[in-house]
């Protein structure tokens, strides 16, 4: 009997894991044609500042419509790209686009807005990044100053010497950078000090909860607030999505909010739209 469900167990697991490795493997080779296709294509959300709703910058976010696949969202298709070498080709192209998308609202004469990039781990490892970067933006006329590249505590912390070397360069560039996702990761304070981020985001696993009840996350955040401005660094809030954790973020001295209380991530169009009222 009790090899009978051993068996039957295994049997189960390993249709399982088929089937992973298969709809893995559908998905890899579909992401293989997707620059070629051209089925990537930008979302940007709005960060607004706490103290009056103002727009004061947009996070571009990648989005695929695969025509074999439909809609497959980056949380899926990200780690995949990141574990067989795609990343490096598609955050390229998400630079160039959101610099391209920039200069266009630029010469539309919309209110101007910081555009943040997500940068990559193995992104980061590139020799000539930063004066990669910096051509694309010349290129496109676009100021090094209205540019933001998210990191986060991982590619810092991957190799933390490489990683101090060009976060100054990519600052002394005229860059911006910001560390996403703070919280989940590991990094020490010392670190956060050397590295001299512009901006800290603070992870949405500690705002899903933000409430006046739940004491250990309000206390979390405070001293991720204290931090941050203690060295400086603004504070944008992630994934915002109730009028209670936006007032408990505003009791708190957080500078900005993202999230779906002010927008979800919008088309070019949508987003123009936005901003010509603003
Ligand atoms: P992220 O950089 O932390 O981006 C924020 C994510 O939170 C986005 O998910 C955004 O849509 C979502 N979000 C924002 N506000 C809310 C909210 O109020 N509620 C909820 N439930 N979600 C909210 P998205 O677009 O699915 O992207 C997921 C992750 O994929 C990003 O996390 C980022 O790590 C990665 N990613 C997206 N685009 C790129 C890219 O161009 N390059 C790289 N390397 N990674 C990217
Ligand atoms: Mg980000
Ligand atoms: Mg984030
Ligand atoms: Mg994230």
């Known amino acids: 009997e009790a090899k009978k469900k051993g068996r039957n167990n295994f049997?189960?697991?390993?249709?399982?894991?088929?089937?992973?490795?298969?709809?893995?493997?559908?998905?890899?080779?579909?992401?293989?044609?997707?620059?070629?296709?051209q089925e990537f294509s930008l979302a940007f959300q709005p960060q607004v500042a706490m103290k009056?709703?103002?727009?004061?910058?947009?996070?571009?976010?990648?989005?695929?419509?695969?025509?074999?696949?439909?809609?497959?969202?980056?949380?899926?298709f990200i780690p995949l790209a990141e574990r067989s070498g795609l990343i490096g080709e598609i955050d390229k192209w998400v630079f160039r686009e959101a610099a391209r998308q920039a200069r266009?609202?630029?010469?539309?004469?919309?209110?101007?807005?910081?555009?943040?990039?997500?940068?990559?781990?193995?992104r980061f490892d590139e020799p000539d990044l930063v004066e990669n970067l910096q051509a694309i933006a010349e290129e496109e006329r676009i100021a090094p100053g209205t540019i933001e590249l998210e990191l986060t505590e991982a590619v810092a912390l991957q190799n933390?010497?490489?990683?101090?070397?060009?976060?100054?360069?990519?600052r002394e560039a005229g860059f911006r950078v910001a560390l996403d996702d703070f919280g989940t990761g590991y990094s020490s304070i010392s670190y956060?000090?050397?590295?001299?981020?512009?901006?800290?985001?603070?992870?949405?696993?500690?705002?899903?909860?933000?409430?006046?009840?739940?004491?250990?996350?309000?206390?979390i955040v405070r001293g991720i607030i204290a931090l941050a401005k203690s060295l400086k660094m603004a504070t944008v809030a992630e994934g915002v999505e109730t009028e209670e954790q936006w007032?408990?973020?505003?009791?708190?001295?957080?500078?900005?909010?993202?999230?779906?209380?002010?927008?979800?991530?919008?088309?070019?169009?949508?987003?123009?739209?936005?901003l010509s009222h603003s």
Not at 257 to 268: A, N, T
């Open 11 to 37: 049997q189960v697991y390993s249709d399982k894991l088929h089937a992973g490795a298969s709809e893995q493997l559908a998905l890899l080779s579909a992401l293989n044609f997707a620059m070629e296709r």
């Open 52 to 76: 009056d709703r103002r727009i004061l910058g947009v996070e571009a976010l990648l989005r695929w419509h695969s025509t074999e696949l439909g809609e497959v969202s980056p949380g899926q």
């Open 104 to 122: 266009i609202w630029q010469d539309e004469g919309l209110h101007e807005v910081v555009i943040s990039v997500n940068l990559s781990a193995s």
């Open 160 to 170: 933390p010497e490489q990683a101090l070397i060009t976060i100054s360069a990519l």
């Open 192 to 219: 956060l000090k050397r590295f001299g981020f512009d901006k800290l985001k603070i992870d949405k696993s500690f705002i899903d909860d933000l409430t006046i009840e739940n004491a250990t996350d309000v206390a």
């Open 247 to 274: 007032r408990s973020l505003q009791e708190l001295g957080c500078d900005e909010v993202q999230g779906y209380i002010f927008s979800r991530p919008l088309r070019p169009d949508q987003l123009a739209e936005l």
